[in-house]
């Protein structure tokens, strides 16, 4: 009878393949299982990339689980390598958070053996996801408390300030076509030494778009540094 390696109860000899092999299946379905939330959760758009990320992460955290095991040297060593990966992608919604959390936990969980954790934690999760669904009671009293804190929705023009690389402008402009009814350029110029330039609009978006969808849209194109939306004038 096979011995225990003392790795996270990691079987020694040839069933370690079996257990590993398994494992990464079981964090690629549960991946799975919390994209389809993320995906049934969101109303607004969703990032194409935000699905197989999930379940990616969920692979990852579970195959650098088995590695670490129960070796703290390699724990530190693994973080002090994984610490050179920087993210610039601002995520678009709060609740995005939760599926991150969520993927990076159930790999976690998987990855050291603990099945029931991992699946006690997606039928908590995937519960509490449904009764705060919009349609839902509960999520009907969440939404309502948002509401009436958020101020109200932007009427008439707005100024938007943007700060984009030099060769970027047609990729702005095909966005702002998309979501705007009215679209003036009110000032232009040259930031930091020509390697930036600062866009200055008078906006009117349309009925099917708010300012925190354009700021998230905008906020994704690549060459995109910051963006300000200054809704709520008046205008014709």
Not at 126 to 147: H, I, N, Q, Y
């Amino acid at each position: 009878m096979d011995s225990l390696s003392g790795s996270g109860g990691m079987p020694a000899g040839d069933a370690i393949w079996v257990v590993v092999v398994g494992r990464l299946l079981l964090a690629c379905l549960a991946g799975c299982v919390v994209a389809r939330l993320a995906i049934g959760r969101r109303r607004g758009a969703l990032d194409d990339t935000m699905p197989i990320t999930l379940v990616l992460m969920s692979v990852l955290i579970a195959m650098a689980t088995q590695i670490i095991g129960d070796n703290v040297a390699r724990a530190f060593s693994l973080v002090g390598a994984l610490s050179i990966v920087r993210f610039r992608t601002a995520l678009p919604e709060t609740q995005d958070v939760a599926f991150i959390l969520t993927a990076v936990v159930v790999g976690m969980a998987i990855g050291a053996g603990q099945y029931a954790v991992a699946a006690i934690g997606l039928v908590v999760v995937g519960g509490v996801m449904l009764a705060t669904a919009p349609e839902k009671p509960l999520g009907r009293v969440f939404r309502s408390r948002v509401r009436t804190t958020s101020g109200a929705e932007p009427t008439g023009l707005s100024d938007l300030c943007l700060t984009i690389g030099p060769s970027a402008t047609e990729e702005v402009d095909a966005a702002l076509v998309g979501m705007c009814e009215s679209l003036r350029l009110t000032n232009a110029e040259s930031i930091k030494r020509g390697a930036a330039l600062r866009l200055e609009y008078q906006i009117r978006l349309r009925p099917e778009w708010n300012a925190v969808l354009a700021l998230t849209t905008l906020q994704r194109l690549p060459a995109v540094e910051s963006v300000q939306l200054r809704s709520g004038q008046a205008g014709a």
